[in-house]
């Protein structure tokens, strides 16, 4: 219930649609913000009894879905979880556990969408929005959205959020009529929860230690190649957290840049250190080049422009969770053994569904 409040608020804020608000009241903020609690929950749920019920199919001891408030913030919620109260006992067990979650969950995040994008209003339904005059002028005058981004006009906003585009958002909305641009896309309550969903599908099977993805690529490939993809993967998510870092930071890191003033690269380059040290677990033969190579790679692309197409630092704080709680390696298993067809099939879809629903820049300001 307190993740169905705060998310309901914090949908209603998302929508800002103040005209209507003012006009009809209290009731329009709830019903956008339960077009947007709603579905995020249905997802959240949908995905964790996927967990729940595969689970039990395997006689292994488990909680029910632990839902996590996050009141007046963010989206409202941190998500949820299960609590897994004994050591899974095979590979078989594991991936079948691993996988029921994401696969349950996407499918049920397409369901949302496809409800979602035959529902959607035409492009009027923004000029209920706060500011945006120039979105407003622009669609007043010809009934569509632009193709880029408007500039600012008079006392309109400067600062914009712009929702990272994935192959399959794309190209889903490619089909849609009336489907918003990304830089507005968050002001559609129910269509907002359905991108979330999908990437929140993408988070879970990121290839990395105890997370869905992790446990899924540790039965596919064994302990060997999981542990050489993983860091790669890590590797690749603390370069486009420093190119975030240095190229557009975004507003929390933006302070912390300004006071290091000359010494950011520095800062960077210590940062890029303390990860590797853990990741490696203190082996300098491997620290020593994995850093070079980042640092390398950051200048290099500093150098070609290519930050604002493949930085985000927000990819540094989640490097935290990955490499200091997460863990990037996979703990063994019990019993290891190889994966039946039907679940290397299944296993492979997994990682298609994460191809598809993974953006390097999920959120940016501009």
């Known amino acids: ?217 540790y039965a596919l490939v064994g302990a060997k190649w999981h542990r050489l993809l993983a860091r790669g993967f890590v590797l690749l998510l603390l370069l486009s957290g420093g190119l975030g870092f240095l190229g557009d930071p975004g507003p929390g890191m933006t302070d912390v840049r300004a006071w290091l003033g000359p010494w950011n690269w520095a800062a960077l380059t210590a940062l890029y250190y303390v990860y590797l040290a853990k990741i490696f677990k203190g082996d300098h033969s491997l620290i020593a080049p994995a850093l070079l190579g980042l640092v390398a790679l950051t200048v290099a692309f500093m150098l070609l422009d290519l930050a604002p197409v493949l930085g985000h630092s927000g990819w540094l704080i989640w490097c935290v969770l990955i490499v200091f709680i997460i863990k990037v390696d996979h703990p063994p298993v019990l019993v290891s053994e190889p994966l039946t067809p039907g679940r290397r099939r299944l296993g492979i879809f997994a990682m298609i569904i994460f191809v598809l629903c993974f953006s390097l820049q999920p959120i940016s300001i501009v």
């Open 1 to 217: 219930m307190a993740t169905l409040i705060s998310t309901t608020h914090v949908g209603g804020l998302w929508a800002n649609r103040s005209l209507v608000y003012s006009l009809e009241g209290p009731l329009a903020f709830l019903e956008d913000g339960l077009r947007f609690a709603l579905p995020l929950l249905l997802f959240l749920t949908v995905h964790e009894f996927g967990h729940y019920f595969a689970a039990r199919h395997h006689e292994v001891k488990v909680s029910l879905p632990y839902y996590i408030p996050l009141p007046l913030l963010g989206i409202g919620t941190l998500g949820a979880v299960i609590r897994i109260r004994e050591q899974v006992p095979s590979m078989r067990t594991l991936f079948d556990i691993g996988v029921a979650g994401p696969v349950a969950g996407f499918v049920a995040a397409i369901a949302i969408l496809i409800a979602t994008l035959v529902t959607l209003p035409p492009p009027d339904y923004l000029l209920d929005l706060e500011g945006h005059i120039a979105l407003k002028q622009h669609i007043t005058n010809t009934g569509a959205f632009p193709d880029q981004m408007p500039e600012p006009v008079g006392t309109d906003e400067t600062v914009t959020i712009v929702v990272g585009q994935t192959l399959l958002y794309w190209a889903m909305t490619a089909l849609a009529q009336d489907a918003p641009p990304m830089y507005e896309m968050y002001h559609y309550p129910a269509l907002f929860a359905a991108w979330l969903a999908l990437f929140f599908t993408a988070l879970n099977l990121l290839p990395v230690g105890q997370l869905d993805g992790g446990h899924i690529l």
